[in-house]
C-alpha cells in the first residue's frame, strides 16, 4: 500500500476509530497520540495484510493493541475493569462502524429501556448509553460491582429478548446488522 492510497482509507476511518478509542481513553490529547500511533503502526505493517477484505477489522485490530499498550505503560493508570477482556476479545459489533441498519436498529433500544425494571434501565443507561465504566456506575448507584455487572447482564439479556421478539435482524457476513424488520407492529420498539 502506498502513500497515496493510504490517505483516502485513514480519512474513511478516522472517526470511527477516534470515536471508538474515545470510549476507552478519557484524556483528548492522550487519545489523539493513541490515534497517531494507530496510523503509524498501520503505515509501518500495511504489507503484511493479507486479506484486503478485512481491512477495517485490521485497523481496529491495531487500534486495540494500541490502546492495551497505553495502559500497560508504566506511566499509565490501571486499565479499566472489563476493558483488556474486551479489547483482546474483538467483538466486530463493538469494533467497527455501524451501518446504517445498525443505526436505525440502535434507537429501537431506547423506547425498550422503559420495559425494563428500575434497577436495569438505570444500569443500561449509565454502562451502554453514557458509556461510564461499570465500576462508576457501580459507585454512583451504591452497589457492588459484582451487582453492577449482573444487572448489566441481565438487562442485556433482556433487551436482546425484546429485540428478537420485536425484529427480524438480517446479519452480513462479518456478523454486522445487514438489514432489520420489524416483526409486530406496536412492539416496544415501535
Known amino acids: 500500500m502506498n502513500g497515496q492510497s493510504a490517505a483516502p482509507m485513514w480519512h ?8 471508538f478509542i474515545g470510549k476507552r481513553v478519557e484524556n483528548d490529547a492522550e487519545g489523539d497520540d493513541i490515534l497517531q500511533e494507530v496510523f503509524l503502526r498501520v503505515h509501518r505493517s500495511a504489507e503484511n495484510l493479507k486479506d484486503p477484505e478485512r481491512l477495517i477489522s485490521w485497523m481496529y485490530q491495531i487500534t486495540r493493541n494500541v490502546i492495551i499498550d497505553y495502559y500497560r505503560s508504566a506511566k499509565r493508570r490501571e486499565l479499566p475493569v472489563g476493558l483488556l477482556a474486551e479489547l483482546e476479545e474483538g467483538n466486530p459489533q463493538q469494533t467497527e462502524p455501524k451501518s446504517t441498519a445498525a443505526a436505525e436498529l440502535s ?4 423506547p425498550m429501556l422503559s420495559h425494563l425494571s428500575t434497577e436495569y434501565q438505570e444500569a ?12 462508576e456506575a457501580a459507585d454512583r448507584l ?3 460491582l459484582p451487582a453492577m455487572k449482573s444487572r448489566v447482564q441481565r438487562g442485556r439479556q433482556q433487551l436482546r429478548k425484546m429485540l428478537d421478539d420485536c425484529c427480524s435482524i438480517e446479519l452480513d457476513t462479518r456478523h454486522g446488522v445487514a438489514g432489520f424488520e420489524q416483526r409486530r407492529p406496536g412492539s416496544p420498539c415501535s
Open 107 to 110: 434507537g429501537c433500544l431506547r
Open 142 to 144: 451504591g452497589v457492588s
Open 12 to 19: 474513511q476511518v478516522h472517526d470511527g476509530l477516534r470515536s
Open 124 to 135: 443500561i443507561r449509565l454502562v451502554e448509553l453514557e458509556g461510564v465504566t461499570q465500576k
